[in-house]
């Protein structure tokens, strides 16, 4: 892992404390893939305020998926089957979160959870998890302006305006707000996701009404879809086989509306006061899982029947207002004037998402870089702490969007997503492993839990259970290939299997072609890197709660209603 030297002879580690162990050992020469103190030029900023960190993590939770990825999964499997498994796997989500809190809250590494990978596990893993996490994030961004600029399509005929232009607009736009700093950033993504929180909300309170019988048709649906056609649908099968089938395809969407939450854990060198707000969002990621997905799912089902002409329109609409569920239900309560209206809320949803896609794309390659895993000049930041080589590297590979101009490439697209999928449960899966690494290394250099700014609530039996699940969802996430054995052509579906699954034997090359080039070795528990870097992290803490306890009086004015449900949503 690199050079030490022990200041004194001692006989064992991992019977000492913390400040023992930081005092005994101290870095000599840069570590390999530990980050130590760097160049000036190469730092972040921390701009993120606590506001700016809980909403980005509501963002993240909030996106395309949930508004229209519930249309294709209520049609193939019905409202209890998605209910179940937005609800199961909206827990694992919670269990991966909190594994990444309790690492982020003990040191926020500016190189997010592939820092603590190498640290704590094997530098191997942080490579690989760095870069492939970069994979999914330079797909996901082209395809974020792609939609965008097919959402505009439900205004502006493709014919009369060529896509490319709304995707050179859109990427315009969203390279700026990167490059003016991650205050500029922070802020914009907050009023973004606070509009994205008022637009779902606003959902769910019209899902209600509507089904209490609120609606223009004045029809109390209540739980009458649940059993005309039924709760479950079936999948390629019949019976409870196809009952099943169709289940587990909804748990596959689930994980895929799911992606991004993660992204916390990459905004940890650039959050104020990291070790009160990182632990702070991560526990109410539960409840907005639970109220905006849950809740939005729950109420869907009693809307819409699975079997509906309108829901079948939908789930092949995949890019506009036409694609949402939601819509599909206000038209079938008889309300006319907002499926334009949705559209606008959906076209905001996605350029959203295309901007924060793009910053954690920069993010993720300058902390590959900070760590010796990618070319030095991507680690250089200018003045306000923006590493704008990085930022034009993941611009660049933004323009794959033109891709999308033409009719013919949006089914590339299509396989791309898939990609993005498998990359996506290959990070949580890599967080996990390094979460029960982690707890391995504090127990051996013997730090008490009592020390942590923030400890998961299952601990590491968590981890396990979600790892399991993880890794079950990567082989089985696209298992339509094998039970249909061949496509509509009579030919097995290759194109699909191989987007499905590239992303595995991809990571394990990475994996094993790193340690076979470099000789690295994995982190004993005894040996890990607890310490480099965290008394800096806890200078910055006690400067800034000195001066916010300056400003805490102006606080304590605040009305009571302010302070206990407007600063506990922002």
């Known amino acids: 892992m690199g050079i030490w030297n022990r200041k004194e002879d001692v006989s064992s580690t991992e019977s000492q404390t913390k400040n023992e162990f930081a ?17 000036e030029d190469n730092d972040l900023h921390r701009g993120l305020k606590a506001r700016h960190i809980t909403m980005i993590a509501i963002g993240g939770a909030i996106g395309t998926g949930l508004i229209i990825g519930t249309g294709s999964a209520l049609a193939k499997a019905g409202p209890a089957a998605i209910l ?4 199961v796997v909206g827990f694992v989500v919670y269990l991966v979160m909190c594994a990444l809190g309790e690492m982020a809250a003990w040191l926020p590494l500016p190189s997010g959870f592939t820092g603590y990978a190498v640290r704590f596990c094997d530098p191997a893993l942080g490579f690989t998890l760095g870069w492939s996490y970069y994979f999914k994030y330079i797909i996901v961004t082209p395809n974020q302006l792609t939609a965008a600029a097919l959402v505009l399509s439900f205004w502006v005929d493709r014919e009369r305006v060529n896509p490319g232009v709304w995707i050179t607009v859109f990427l315009v736009v969203i390279v700026c707000i990167n490059y003016f700093g991650i205050k500029f950033f922070g802020e914009f993504e907050f009023w973004l996701s606070s509009f994205k929180v ?29 059993k005309n056609p039924g709760a479950f ?12 089938l169709a289940f587990w395809s909804t748990m596959v969407t689930a994980t895929f509306a799911y992606l991004g939450t993660e992204l916390v854990g ?56 036409a694609a949402s569920p939601f819509v599909a239900a206000i038209e079938v309560a008889g309300i006319k004037v907002l499926p334009g209206i949705l559209n606008g809320c959906i076209l905001v949803f996605v350029f959203s998402a295309a901007n924060s896609d793009l910053y954690i794309a920069t993010r993720t390659i300058y902390g590959l870089a900070r760590e010796g895993k990618a070319p030095k000049i991507l680690a250089r930041t200018d003045r306000r702490g923006v ?7 993941s611009a660049l590979f933004a323009l794959l969007a033109y891709m999308n101009v033409s009719d013919d490439s949006e089914v590339v697209f299509g396989y791309f997503v898939n990609l993005v999928t498998i990359f996506g449960l290959l990070t949580w899966i890599s967080i996990l492993v390094t979460h029960i690494y982690f707890v391995r290394a504090r127990k051996a250099q013997g730090v008490p839990e009592t020390s942590l700014a923030f400890t998961a609530p299952l601990g590491v039996y968590g981890s396990y259970g979600a790892l399991a699940f993880c890794i079950l969802i990567s082989f089985t996430k696209n298992y339509d290939v094998f039970v249909h054995d061949y496509d509509d052509y009579g030919k097995f579906d290759y194109k699909n299997f191989i987007t499905a699954y590239l992303g595995i034997p991809l990571y394990v090359i990475l994996i094993f072609g790193y340690k076979l080039v470099t000789k690295c070795k994995g982190v004993k528990p005894h040996e890990a ?6 008394d800096k992290i806890d200078r910055e803490e006690a400067e800034f709660l000195a001066r916010k306890a300056a400003e805490s009086k102006n606080y304590e004015k605040a009305g009571f209603f302010y302070r206990t449900f407007v600063a506990w949503l922002f």
């Open 266 to 321: 990459v905004t940890v060198g650039e959050a104020q006061n990291p070790r009160k707000t990182i632990p702070r969002a991560i526990r109410l990621t539960f409840y907005r899982i639970l109220f905006f997905y849950i809740l939005s799912v729950f109420l869907l089902g009693m809307i819409l029947p699975f079997n509906s002409d309108k829901l079948a329109f939908a789930a092949d609409q995949k890019t506009s207002a």
């Open 387 to 393: 590493p704008i080589y990085a930022l034009g590297l």
């Open 529 to 534: 890197d607890l310490w480099t870097g965290k």
């Open 198 to 226: 008022i637009v779902i909300i606003g959902l769910i309170l019209l899902s209600l009404i509507l089904a209490l019988g609120g609606g223009p048709d004045h029809d109390r649906k209540g739980f009458r879809y649940w």
């Open 23 to 39: 005092e005994q050992y101290q870095v000599t020469s840069e570590p390999q893939g530990v980050v130590g103190e760097v160049e």
């Open 84 to 87: 179940i498994s937005y609800s």
């Open 233 to 244: 649908n079936t999948y390629i099968k019949e019976g409870d086989a196809g009952r099943f």
